[in-house]
């Protein structure tokens, strides 16, 4: 732990102490960044039980980064200007329906998610409708150097899309 914290491990990997010395178990929770620890003074079932929750926890933060990267890289590729604030509200859109697993939200933005992304901004519905739509008007197509008009559903889906293709692999 102090070779990891010395070279600025530490913030990059993900760690779980399992010890029944309480000593131990203090200065790893004080001094160090771990993602739990387990006392394995404790009922094996329980132990493993944790164990797994916390591979299971960490996992789940390691995709959701890597599912930021894929919705950021192909919202660029796409033509966003991240200047935008309704660029970021999309971003917000889909990673909201991906992480509810539940595709259908795309079929009522306005009900379901934009309502979503409002109530965590503390805007209205039709501001963030407004933004989505300002910032997806008229997306600059940089291969065929085109403007291109795209929904928001329509750059939702291809983007959902993506990350399917991705995480399939």
Excluded at 76 to 102: D, H, P, Q, R, V
Excluded at 106 to 134: S, W
């Amino acid at each position: 732990m102090k070779k990891l914290k010395a070279y600025n491990y530490i913030e990059k990997i993900s760690v779980i102490v399992i010890s029944g010395d309480a000593i131990l178990i203090n200065k790893a929770n004080y001094e160090y960044k771990v993602n739990n620890i387990i006392n394995k003074v404790q009922k094996e079932e329980i132990m493993y039980k944790k164990i797994k929750q916390s591979i299971d926890e960490i996992n789940y933060i390691d995709r959701e980064d890597i599912i930021k990267e894929i919705i950021v890289k192909e919202i660029t590729n796409m033509g966003y200007n991240w200047k935008y604030k309704g660029t970021n509200y999309l971003m917000e859109a889909i990673l909201f329906i991906y992480t509810s697993n539940n595709i259908d939200l795309v079929d009522n933005l306005e009900k379901n998610v934009y309502k979503y992304i409002a109530y965590k901004n503390n805007k209205n519905v039709n501001n963030i409708k407004t933004n989505i739509i300002k910032s997806t008007e008229k997306l600059i197509n940089q291969k065929q150097n085109t403007i291109d008009t795209v929904t928001p559903k329509q750059a939702i889906n291809a983007i959902l899309n993506k990350i399917l293709i991705n995480f399939k692999k």
